[in-house]
């Protein structure tokens, strides 16, 4: 059993605040996964019971719109904990986590959670930032999403993309979504992603290839999202 002390992962998390007596009885109750890409850590509505650590790998946080479609509202990469809000309010996971590529996760009851919760004001007072560190993305993505044009958010979630995930070897970038999954991060029809996509990759500023996109020219698309 991985040592939750020794884990990388709560350096850049809540868990950070930890003690490592905390962190030792941590270790003795959590349940580690190996999660397929693909597959749901949880589902929306389900109730989680605990949150998930994000030791290996990138999930999208997704929502059930009205029309039946997945809607991408944030990607959440290794480092990160998952279902702390859910935990607190005690409702229902409000969004679903899907793997985007192989993950190691490991899953920490509620009971052990609430008990560092109460017993150590710093690691409490961490979730709540990170609580409204989501409040303000959402915020953000909300006025976003009304100011900016279609072509202004794909040009920005392309960047955002690259500096949060990387790039794989080849230079593309290491998140592939599909045109649908990237259309549903911009509020968009697929269509109209697929004709931007087209149109940013004529006038050079990424090369497309297959599935893969690759960011050419920075600096047009920086300035076209600002």
């Known amino acids: 059993m991985s040592k939750c002390e ?4 709560r350096q850049f998390s809540s868990l950070k605040a930890l003690t490592k007596e905390e962190l030792v009885r941590m ?6 996964y190996t999660i ?21 790998g990138v999930c999208k946080m997704t929502k059930l719109s009205a029309n039946g479609k997945d809607q991408i509202v944030k990607l959440v990469k290794s480092g990160e904990l998952l279902g702390q809000r859910s935990m607190i309010s005690d409702e229902p996971a409000n969004l679903s986590a899907v793997a ?5 996760v490991c899953f920490i009851p509620k009971t052990e959670v609430m008990a560092f919760f109460n017993q150590n004001n710093q690691f409490s007072m961490n979730v709540m930032k990170t609580i409204c560190g989501d409040l303000k993305e959402a915020d953000d993505h909300m006025v976003s999403m009304a ?3 279609v072509k202004e958010r794909l040009a920005e979630t392309l960047l955002y993309l690259e500096d949060t995930f990387g790039k794989s070897q080849d230079g593309s970038l290491h998140i592939q979504l599909s045109r649908e999954e990237l259309a549903g991060m911009i509020g968009t029809a697929t269509e109209s992603c697929i004709r931007l996509l087209s149109e940013f990759n004529k006038s050079g500023y990424v090369d497309l290839t297959g599935k893969k996109i690759t960011i050419l020219d920075r600096n047009k698309l920086r300035r076209l999202a600002d």
């Open 147 to 149: 100011q900016k044009s």
């Open 100 to 104: 985007l590529e192989d993950m190691e």
């Open 36 to 56: 397929k890409k693909g597959e749901p850590i949880f589902e929306e509505g389900e109730v989680t019971n605990g949150i998930y650590c994000v030791k290996d």
């Open 27 to 32: 270790a003795e109750c959590k349940t580690s």
């Open 6 to 9: 020794q884990c990388i992962v």
